[in-house]
């Protein structure tokens, strides 16, 4: 059974602190996804990583994929409020995903 | 941008109703599923749908029916609700063999069963 582990499950850290959440597996994917939730709304896709090795940033968000394509990292430099929420990643292939259970990570301000 | 909606925000029933969760995407989307989150247990798949009238069972399907009469429309029926399905309950759709096989959610219905 594939399982995806995040860690740390929670995060609390002051505005304009960086950080860097993880998301591991024994299994190989073919593809990796983050999604973040804020409270009461479903999850919105972030990034996409499909390649062993690859990066994409999305303003102060850096994904990475590594390169046996088992895990993945999120590191955020200098957090802000507005990053407040629910990281969850999710690998593929096939139509049913696999789900970590998320880092629920809070910035205060 | 594709639109996922659920048909309520929040909702409280008694033990033992029936209950309807409907969920309606607006991308022509193949795709159609229905998990439930619970804290520190993350995103578990009740159901999904790939076409009309074609269901397959998730991980936790016990308890839960789906119907998909229409493409864009995916219902999830709670046969007679129970406490332990209290739960936030998320819809989402994606392409069928859609490259990165994305989904989409909808706001979620929080259902409390009381």
């Known amino acids: 059974t594939q399982l995806l582990e995040q860690s740390p499950q929670f995060l609390s850290i002051q505005e304009g602190e960086n950080l860097t959440v993880y998301c591991n597996s024994s299994?190989?994917?073919?593809?990796l996804q983050w999604y973040r939730q804020e409270p009461g709304e479903g999850p919105v896709l972030l990034v996409t990583?499909?390649?062993g090795g690859e990066v994409k940033k999305l303003k102060r968000l850096t994904f990475q994929f590594g390169d046996a394509r088992k895990d993945s990292s999120l590191h955020i430099t200098a957090a802000q409020p507005g990053d407040t929420g629910l990281y969850l990643c999710a690998g593929g292939p096939g139509n049913q995903l696999i789900w970590g259970a998320g880092t629920k990570l809070i910035i205060k301000p | 941008d594709v639109k996922v909606t659920q048909s309520s925000r929040y909702l409280v029933k008694r033990t033992g109703e029936k209950v309807f969760l409907e969920c309606v995407q607006d991308m022509d989307h193949e795709n159609m599923f229905w998990y439930r989150q619970d804290p520190g247990l993350g995103l578990r798949l009740i159901y999904f749908s790939y076409d009309v009238k074609m269901k397959e069972k998730g991980d936790i399907p016990e308890g839960y029916s789906v119907s998909r009469e229409k493409k864009e429309r995916f219902s999830l029926i709670l046969e007679s609700a129970s406490t332990n399905q209290t739960s936030m309950y998320l819809c989402?759709?994606?392409?069928?063999?859609?490259?990165?096989?994305?989904?989409?959610f909808g706001p979620g219905t929080r259902l409390t069963v009381l």
């Open positions: 299994s190989v994917f073919s593809s």
């Open positions: 989402a759709s994606s392409l069928l063999g859609g490259p990165l096989y994305e989904q989409f």
């Open positions: 990583v499909v390649t």
